[in-house]
């Protein structure tokens, strides 16, 4: 049963820079995508970026592309959330998740097709 705890939210100036760390309380196979959502009050979730656990293959959001960067480190089962440059429009609820059983990440990053997720933890960016 793997669980998702992700952590490092807080609030950051705009052009500064957060990490956010999520970690896995195990993970009963390799073949697993992890992904970052993050949500605002009254709209869908959305993806922000995911890598897959073999290859280390990756997506980005064009709104995060060239500012943020994910990455993981298989010996503390650990997937990072490396934001830089950030902008107001960064502010909301990070989710942490994972698909696992899958050859790659889902195409599209469709939150509804992730199946095990964290509890969230707010960024705010101040101007």
């Known amino acids: 049963w793997t669980q998702l705890v992700e952590s490092g939210g807080g609030s950051v100036q705009a052009g500064g820079s957060l990490r956010l760390p999520c970690v896995a309380s195990?993970?009963?196979?390799?073949?697993?995508?992890v992904g970052w959502f993050r949500q605002v009050p009254g709209k869908e979730r959305e993806a922000v970026a995911t890598?897959?656990?073999?290859?280390?293959?990756?997506y980005y959001a064009d709104s995060v592309r060239d500012r943020f960067t994910i990455s993981q480190d298989l010996a503390t089962n650990t997937v990072y959330l490396q934001m830089t440059a950030a902008k107001l429009e960064d502010t909301a609820i990070y989710f942490c998740?994972?698909?696992?059983?899958?050859?790659?990440?889902?195409?599209?990053?469709?939150?509804?097709?992730?199946?095990?997720w964290g509890q969230g933890t707010q960024v705010t960016v101040s101007s």
């Open positions: 998740a994972a698909r696992t059983g899958v050859p790659w990440c889902p195409r599209g990053a469709d939150a509804g097709e992730f199946n095990i």
């Open positions: 195990e993970w009963t196979s390799s073949r697993y995508c």
């Open positions: 890598i897959y656990r073999r290859g280390g293959a990756t």
